[in-house]
């Protein structure tokens, strides 16, 4: 029943003696209370122990057991080092499947642009290719404005169609680009 604990100023609960009482004993089998004793006292009150005699091997760890954990944490560090690493591990596991990953294998993949997307028709509308550019955007705008504007083409049907397909298709490049 020696238990080395954390040091203290605690004194020796043997009477008259002024060492350190850095050693545990439990007082009776309730092991509520305890005395604290030096090491001499500790090995002294230890020899005249009595506590396990008629006790079963099961009794007895189950007492150690009882006596021990309320004083200790009750995860090992060993333990909690390997849950520590799992957890950090399944966050990876994560992120990877995100695309997120920081291992150069799990990259975001590349945004492509589908084909037959409302971008790559206006894109195609107005004769422009990826990256879009604002300025050839707007210089193409001009260009095929002014070839199916209604007044260059005496109110052609098909033109006025074409016409109001550019402007639609305009703002629209424009939004995706970021101008208004
Ligand atoms: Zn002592």
Redesign the pocket.
Known sequence: MIKKTIKTERK?D?PG?E?AGEYKAPKDRTLKSHYW??L??VKEYNKNWNFYQGLSAEEIEEHIQNDTTWQRPTWKLGQFKTYGTGNVKDGFGVFEDLGLGMDGKHNPPVKEIPVHSKLAEAASFLEVSFPLKVSEVKKQYKKLAKKYHPDTNQGDKEAEKMFKKLNDYYRYLLKQLGEK
Do not use: D, G, Q, T
Request: with cysteine; charged share 25%.
């Open positions: 020796c043997m003696c060492e004793f030096c001499k006292h």
